[in-house]
């Protein structure tokens, strides 16, 4: 059975390379057969048995081409990551399903979250300058509203206050928006990618910290 407890350790390269293979795998499944790969995860090491909240996200050319994922742990961690990376390629409301066409030009990502810690602050400001810009994963709350931005979002939005306006919008609120009931909280992420079907020329990324 997975471990309950929430793991705070790296995954070995080994681990890494494995779960961006079985990525892969799901999304070529979805253009075959219209549904994720299913995974046994009694067939993969324990670290890939645990359960951990995933993201994952798919870039072509450099821009954004699908992004889903779970902010808490819901399954093995290895059938998070075939569950996303097929919903990242075909549910992502915000673009077309890819196609078989395009998997010579995706790159995938995949994103391990730790368990989301509540912030404590007393104004907007004071919100603001808690935030740690390219470290900081972010879930805002407020009644039925919620937004979440990964930390690699901080590479196009590095202003704390222009991040917290746009994580706002994310969440269907106005940019100005504040209440007292306005909840966030604060995650981070190991981060791994490589491109999908590298050409020539084209290598796989060595994974990044982040």
Known sequence: MPSTDPPTHALGPQARQTLLRIAERSIRHGLERGTPLTVDPLEFDP???????SFVTLHRGGQLRGCIGHLEAVEP?????AENAYSAAFRDHRFPRVRA????????????????????????????????????????????????????????LPDRAVFLHHLKAKAGLPGNYWSDTLEVSRYRTESFSRALHPGPGRVDRSPRPA
């Open 47 to 53: 670290e890939l048995r645990e359960r951990r909240a």
């Open 77 to 81: 961690l290895v059938g998070d990551v």
């Open 101 to 156: 066409a395009e998997l010579v030009e995706l790159d995938v990502e995949i994103s391990i979250l730790t368990p989301a810690t509540p912030l404590s602050f007393a104004s907007e400001q004071d919100l603001i300058a808690q935030l740690e810009p390219g470290l900081d994963g972010l879930i805002l709350r407020d009644g039925p509203f919620r937004g979440t931005f990964l930390p690699s979002v901080w590479e196009a």
